[in-house]
């Protein structure tokens, strides 16, 4: 199974923006959908976005005209780009294959507050 090491995370004020990456343990050239998470605190986990090797994404309403899902298949990563930042995007972000998921990585922290 691949696995993901999530990573970008940090304090941000409201407004303010972050890149998350994912990077991949092997290959993700034959995966064709990937996907960005995130669980705030006690909430389940939700798709954030996600994106085709053929580049086609779709996002959750919430973050739709903000956020920015994007791969390179060569260098085994997926990242996130996320602006305007809002609190209640504040939660552990992860990636996985929505299809056929992986083991959870540790995700990567992101706090919005000012």
């Known amino acids: 199974q691949v696995q993901f090491v999530?990573?970008?995370?940090?304090?941000?004020?409201?407004?303010?923006s972050l890149r998350?990456?994912?990077?991949?343990?092997?290959?993700?050239?034959?995966?064709?959908v990937m996907g960005w998470y995130r669980q705030a605190p006690g909430k389940q986990r939700e798709?954030?976005?996600q994106i085709t090797n053929d580049g086609g994404t779709n996002y959750t309403d919430s973050v739709k005209g903000r956020f920015s899902i994007a791969r390179d298949n060569a260098k085994r990563?997926?990242?996130?780009?996320?602006?305007?930042?809002?609190?209640?995007?504040?939660?552990?972000?992860?990636?996985?294959?929505?299809?056929?998921?992986?083991?959870?990585g540790q995700g990567t922290q992101v706090t919005v507050s000012s």
């Not at 998350?20 to 064709?32: N, Q, T, V």
Request: aromatic share 10%; with cysteine.
């Open 20 to 32: 998350l990456s994912c990077a991949a343990s092997r290959s993700i050239y034959r995966i064709y």
């Open 47 to 49: 798709v954030v976005a």
């Open 6 to 16: 999530e990573s970008g995370g940090g304090l941000v004020q409201p407004g303010g």
């Open 77 to 104: 990563t997926v990242y996130l780009q996320m602006n305007s930042l809002k609190p209640e995007d504040t939660a552990v972000y992860y990636c996985n294959i929505p299809t056929r998921p992986s083991p959870w």
